[in-house]
């Protein structure tokens, strides 16, 4: 009799936990489909919209799970999602002609910058007498966005390019690696790891406003015989593996729908807006990144397409930066078919 009971006990006991799996089972299963997107910051400026979208829970009316996976670069980050950790990678449009060199393909299925450049050369506060000019910057060490053993950083290539402008090629300087965020831009200024950097906004007007360094130059000051070749090119994308890019279409249609809801939110809402959807503690920060939205005011498109004269300039770069032949290969490098071009 004992032993019957202890039989029905094990049996409805085996019989709940089974349940319980199988409930649990259900769940996952019916649970919000997740995207994964590599991008650099935390709050590095030109990839904010992408911020924006669970904050503003775009990805959730659409019964996804945007997640954002942060990196010190943008080339760190698409070399990660090449390696099969993410579908979507955000970083500047250069690198993926430096990732197709070296047999990794990946293409730009959106455009993610307007016009306004948000980026400068600092100069360290306690120089500033001694360097007064970028030709000054030669024989001086210059912190930079870092990439991997054997690909340079968007950053760092506009930098050669600037640098170059100004007489003093890129074998003159020394390039300390630096993650594209405050804390390590902060240290880098801080300890004195570097004379000068080259960084974006928000982290660039921060360093200013800490007295930390002094611009001097800021790109959108570029004119002139000294102006970049390729002015107004494609800058930030998304960008997704091209081997995978017939497996990956519901999602990066779904990413694309989530982003041309956020920037055109983004285009009707008030600097301030924007800010208070950020969930930004420090109030100075908040200050801060409402006037940046508001100096910058064509930093961001009105939707993802991509802009013809800006691929054509793109061309112009990739080939002055001696990463393409022809200014029309760039055509191999995008994915039109789910945004088009405007």
Not at 285 to 299: A, F, K, N, P
């Amino acid at each position: 009799m004992e032993r019957g009971r202890r039989d029905c006990v094990r049996w409805m006991s085996t019989g709940l936990l089974g349940l319980l799996g199988a409930l649990s089972v259900g769940a996952a299963e019916n649970g919000p489909h997740l995207i994964r997107l590599n991008l650099p910051g935390p709050r590095s400026l030109p990839f904010l919209p992408l911020e924006l979208i669970p904050r503003l829970g775009f990805d959730r009316e659409l019964g996804i799970r945007l997640q954002l996976r942060y990196f010190t670069s943008g080339v760190l980050a698409a070399e990660d999602m090449l390696a099969g950790n993410a579908g979507f990678a955000a970083h500047g449009f250069p690198i993926l002609a430096t990732l197709r060199a070296k047999g990794r393909a990946a293409v730009a299925v959106a455009a993610l910058s307007g016009r306004d450049t948000p980026r400068a050369l600092l100069v360290r506060t306690d120089l500033v007498r001694r360097i007064k000019r970028v030709e000054d910057l030669k024989g001086t060490s210059i912190g930079a966005s870092s990439g991997s053993v054997n690909s340079k950083t968007y950053l760092q290539m506009l930098g050669e390019q600037v640098l170059g402008l100004h007489g003093v090629a890129a074998g003159e300087v020394r390039w300390v690696p630096m993650a594209q965020n405050w804390d390590s831009v902060r240290s880098v200024l801080v300890s004195r790891s570097a004379d000068a950097v080259l960084c974006e906004e928000p982290f660039l007007s921060r360093a200013v406003d800490a007295g930390l360094a002094r611009v001097l130059l800021h790109f959108n000051e570029l004119q002139g015989v000294r102006r970049l070749p390729g002015e107004g090119h494609l800058r930030a994308v998304i960008t997704a593996p091209q081997a995978g890019i017939g497996e990956a279409e519901r999602d990066g249609r779904t990413l694309l729908q989530m982003l041309n809801k956020v920037l055109a939110w983004m285009a009707k809402a008030s600097p301030g807006r924007i800010v208070e959807q950020l969930g930004i503690e420090e109030a100075a920060e908040r200050s801060e990144l409402v006037r940046l939205l508001s100096r910058y005011s064509d930093l961001f498109p009105r939707d993802p397409r991509f802009d013809t004269a800006a691929i054509a300039a793109t061309g112009t770069l990739l080939v002055a930066l001696g990463l393409l032949d022809q200014p029309a290969a760039v055509g191999s490098l995008i994915d039109e078919r789910w945004t088009g071009r405007s």
